[in-house]
């Protein structure tokens, strides 16, 4: 398998995953093209994979990648990971132009959009990556009493403003301490103020965190917020930061609800004033932040890991990659 990709944190999880379905990966991190076919020549994979959205991969490379796969004899796979909200603007016009022989959807509600265009789909949600989130142990020193870790993302009006005013500029709004992760927030401060009436303090701001450690910023916390972006999905981020058994308060969506219980595994919000009523309650409560942290990790394992996900659905890739052979 060759993967094509600028997102390291889906690759490497979903590259884990195939590994240990017997799979012999490879991962390409140029964007010239004479590099990436000198690479495909050099490996001779069967499957290119692709993930989420590029610049590089949209504008400048989608075309030639059926020229490519017809070349080389490669099954192109794309995990569309921008899906349901960026659907129409960045997944549909990446496969009309890349053509690829099936489509993984991290929504349901997108499976049959892609099959009227004759394209097999099937639904792999986020997850957690057991190796590069491990779990937070009941000693470990908690140095922030709360984190947010994510970008602004306001370039489109979603739920995530929503979630943003309920649970973040609650805490602004008291001076009560929150410590923010991920671009944006400088850079989008004038917008910010805008839209919720108030900025996030400088000396909150903690700039640009490598996707790497974020899992130790779950880890020393006492509470991390988990924004959500729609009511029908739940984000990647809340697979990961449950996964390391901290303890998060998110937005009560639809979705959230379907797979967690509330104050058992997870601690839900539906108001600027329930949410410091939570963070009053629970930030001197370090036994039930632990407990219900332990829950959360035990059921992220049990139901929501990677390779839980992808076995579900690799029979019907492996009979589409054997059927293309075949035809071969």
């Known amino acids: ?25 490879t991962y390409q991190s140029s964007w010239v093209s004479k590099e990436i076919e000198a690479g495909i020549d050099y490996f001779k994979p069967d499957i290119l994979i692709t993930v989420g959205y590029n610049k590089p991969l ?35 016009p990446y496969i009309k132009k890349s053509k690829p022989d099936l489509v993984w959807t991290i929504h349901p509600d997108c499976i049959k959009k892609y099959e009227s265009l004759g394209i ?13 989130f491990p779990p937070k142990k009941k000693d470990d020193k908690e140095i922030y009493d709360i984190s947010l870790v994510g970008a602004t993302h306001l370039f489109k009006r979603t739920y995530r403003f929503d979630s943003l005013k309920h649970l973040l500029f609650p805490l602004v709004q008291v001076g009560q301490k929150t410590h923010v992760w991920g671009y944006g ?20 701001l903690q700039g640009h965190l ?8 779950y880890q020393k916390s006492k509470i991390v917020l988990g924004l959500q972006n729609a009511e029908d999905q739940v984000t990647q981020r809340t697979f990961e930061i449950l996964g390391t058994g901290a ?31 939570l963070v009053t309650y ?9 407990e219900i942290g332990c829950n959360a990790r035990k059921k992220i394992m049990d139901k929501y890991t990677y390779h839980q996900n992808l076995i579900k659905i690799w029979p019907k890739a492996e009979q589409l990659i054997n059927k293309r052979k075949e035809k071969i």
């Open 1 to 25: 398998m060759f993967f094509l990709d600028h997102r390291t944190y889906c690759i490497n999880s979903l590259g884990d995953s195939l590994a240990q379905l017997g799979h012999k990966l």
């Open 58 to 92: 949209f504008h400048r490379f989608a075309e030639e990648i059926p020229k490519l796969c017809k070349k080389y004899n490669l099954f192109h796979l794309y995990w569309a990971t921008e899906d349901l909200i960026n659907h129409t603007s960045w997944s549909l």
């Open 120 to 132: 097999p789909s099937s639904y792999l949600n986020f997850a957690l990556n057991p190796r590069l």
């Open 185 to 204: 927030w400088r850079k989008d401060e004038a917008l910010i103020a805008s839209i919720f009436g108030q900025t996030v303090p400088h000396d909150w």
């Open 210 to 217: 490598l996707y790497g450690v974020s899992g130790s910023v």
């Open 247 to 277: 303890f998060m308060i998110a937005s009560r969506t639809k979705a959230i609800t379907e797979m967690f219980e509330d104050k058992k595994e997870l601690v839900l919000t539906s108001s600027p004033k329930e949410t410091i009523e």
């Open 282 to 290: 629970y930030l001197n409560r370090p036994d039930i932040r632990h």
